[in-house]
């Protein structure tokens, strides 16, 4: 997630900061129960469903891979198996507005990504915004075993622009904190993918990504820009830091979102998106037009 500039979600960020929860000490003693099996599982449903989600009641990491556990076997039940990874909070700004200490994942599933050019529906979404972001493709699956930037970029099919419009479906009195972010998987809901560069057309695909930069217009104005510095201060570590924490296998095909180049901004119907980036000598786009 990116620096979330509109009021309602800005005041979300500052309420979070208020909770004073850091991952430090999320990740210390457990401080409840893993939340109950059926309250996540009427959770993914109703989410699916278009309703807003409950407060799980997790203070701590460990109950909140034990409640995602369920919300996402749920998911998978209906959306099918998972097509990739959702990594947020890659942003030291972003971190920063919610007071954590390190990025938080979650799963993409294929409904959920949308081509380039798509007309996108609002419908059904709850508090949706948009944010440009970057995504890779994995090519090989000796991505799991990866320790260096050459390593990930060796095992990466291609770089893909993405422009993510997650859905902060929380209901009206529940208080973001990472714990709850991370229990619902950091709440994806679509993406739009365009044609990505192959990474062998890449001179040098460290210092290339390293070098990144993107412009974010909407209606044809200039609203938001990034570089890949902003993402962990570089792209390839993002892949790293997933690849070391675990809990999703990285297979060929796989999608991962290295997470936001820019702000958060509110989704609204009648809007026209386009992000344009330039890597190594070379560009790419992704657009996508809001509709009701």
């Not at 809007?271 to 790419?284: F, K, N, P």
């Amino acid at each position: 997630m990116g620096r979330i500039m509109h009021n309602e979600v800005k005041g979300i960020g500052m309420r979070f900061l208020v909770c004073g929860m850091t991952l430090a000490c999320l990740t210390g003693p457990a401080l409840a129960a893993c939340p109950d099996v059926s309250l996540m599982q009427n959770a993914a449903r109703g989410w699916i469903a278009g309703q807003r989600l409950p407060d799980p009641v997790v203070l701590n990491m460990q109950d909140a891979d034990c409640a995602y556990a369920t919300f996402r076997s749920v998911l998978e039940a209906e959306l099918g198996p998972a097509v990739g990874v959702k990594v947020a909070f890659t942003s030291r700004s972003a971190q920063e507005s919610y007071g954590i200490e390190a990025p938080i994942a979650g799963a993409l599933f294929a409904p959920m990504l949308l081509p380039d050019g798509a007309r996108l529906s609002l419908k059904g979404s709850r508090n949706p915004f948009y944010e440009v972001d970057l995504a890779v493709t994995v090519g090989d699956s000796s991505i799991m075993q990866a320790r260096t930037r050459e390593d990930v970029a060796a095992a990466l099919k291609d770089i893909r622009p993405f422009i993510e419009v997650p859905d902060l479906a929380l209901q009206k009195t529940v208080v973001p904190t990472a714990a709850l972010m991370a229990a619902y998987g950091v709440t994806p809901w679509r993406g739009v993918l365009g044609r990505g560069i192959p990474i062998a057309d890449l001179d040098d695909p460290v210092a290339d990504l390293a070098a990144l930069t993107v412009d974010l217009r909407v209606d044809g104005r200039s609203v938001d820009a990034g570089d890949g510095g902003m993402l962990m201060e570089h792209p390839l570590d993002v892949v790293l830091w997933l690849v070391q924490r675990g809990g999703y296998e990285l297979k060929p095909g796989s999608v991962i979102s290295l997470g936001a180049l820019g702000s958060a901004h509110p989704a609204t119907p009648g809007h026209r998106l386009r992000a344009e980036y330039r890597i190594g000598g070379r560009s790419m786009q992704v657009g996508v037009t809001l509709v009701p």
